[in-house]
């Protein structure tokens, strides 16, 4: 069973282009995060769905950030235009919502971004 | 509001030495608990979590984890590391729909 796929795995990019993250979580899991890893921050959560809809967006930078979940097997995060301080991993991962809290989460391998 | 603290940045141990990464909650009620590990360039993947019950909990790699009540701990051991195991592990505590991270702690292995 495929796990948790993200797009791209690599980016690199000059300040002020657009940048759009793909991730397709498990099937049948209907909970899904964006994270965004840095030294200095450590690992941070930007946005939390379930079934679809945005239910804590409180951990998104700002509007330069914004991210689209249209069906169940996609999500994309965008910035737009990018900043080097945006240079992170950034991770997306899903979960049964069936378990509320208490069901793990499944991490796709990151999409490592550069902003020059 | 909840938190969880890994205290230790980084710990450094000899291959075939005991492990232990230590883990701090501050909760409201009893959380659900997990360890991840990240090797390097990839995903946090789950090693452990803890929901109730028998407070020794086994997970994959030889990997257990021991949920102490009075102490809001949750620390991970290994009775014998390998030099595979030199990782990034996280704690994490659950229990409203969006889980918190620790900081994390990079687990450096000596031969």
């Known amino acids: 069973d495929a796990g948790v796929i993200q797009s791209p795995r690599h980016e690199v990019t000059e300040m002020g282009q657009e940048v759009t993250l793909r991730c397709k979580p498990i099937s049948g899991h209907n909970s899904l995060f964006w994270y965004r890893q840095t030294m200095m921050r450590g690992l941070e959560l930007l946005i939390y769905f379930n079934n679809n809809v945005p239910i804590d967006d409180s951990g998104m930078p700002e509007d330069r950030f914004s991210a689209k979940m249209p069906n169940a097997s996609f999500s994309t995060l965008k910035i737009q235009p990018s900043e080097p301080r945006d240079s992170a991993v950034y991770f997306c991962?899903?979960?049964?919502?069936?378990?509320?809290?208490?069901?793990?989460?499944?991490f796709g391998e990151g999409s490592r971004l550069t902003v020059l | 509001a909840q938190s969880v603290t890994q205290p230790d940045i980084h710990i450094t141990v000899s291959e075939g030495a005991s492990l232990e990464l230590r883990c701090n909650y501050s909760y409201g009620a009893t959380p659900y608990l997990f360890w991840y590990v990240q090797s390097p360039g990839q995903g946090l993947q789950l090693l452990l979590k803890?929901?109730?019950?028998?407070?020794l909990v086994q997970g994959i790699k030889g990997f257990e984890a021991e949920f102490k009540r009075s102490q809001s701990s949750f620390n991970l051991r290994k009775p014998s590391v390998h030099w595979s195991d030199a990782a990034e592990y996280f704690c994490?505590?659950?229990?409203?729909?969006?889980?918190?991270f620790g900081r994390g702690t990079s687990l450096i292995v000596h031969p």
């Open positions: 991962a899903s979960r049964t919502g069936l378990a509320g809290g208490s069901g793990e989460l499944f």
């Open positions: 803890y929901f109730s019950g028998d407070t």
């Open positions: 994490a505590a659950g229990g409203s729909y969006i889980p918190t």
